[in-house]
């Protein structure tokens, strides 16, 4: 995962952003029990360390969305 703060994905546009943010969203949400994804953007105005787990998080899902879509099984 992309710790160096000169090195972070940059989506080209909100779209994008979007798309990206709805991969990692819910699990966030899931795994930080008590706060929101929407909680870590607000704060981030003001935190650093709020700024590296939004930039880790938009890594992870650029990475996911990297990834060729997993085949299904063909049904006989």
């Known amino acids: 995962m992309l710790s160096n703060s000169h090195d972070?994905?940059?989506p080209a546009n909100a779209s994008d952003r979007a798309y990206l943010e709805s991969?990692?969203?819910a699990e966030y949400d899931r795994t930080h029990p008590g706060?929101?994804?929407d909680d870590m953007k607000r704060r981030m105005s003001f935190s650093r360390e709020?700024?590296?787990l939004y930039r880790d998080w938009i890594a992870l899902a650029?990475?996911?969305a990297a990834q060729p879509?997993?085949?299904k099984p063909i049904a006989a």
């Open 62 to 64: 650029a990475a996911r």
């Open 35 to 37: 706060e929101t994804f």
């Open 50 to 52: 709020d700024q590296g």
């Open 8 to 10: 972070f994905i940059r």
């Open 23 to 25: 991969l990692v969203r």
């Open 69 to 71: 879509a997993k085949a």
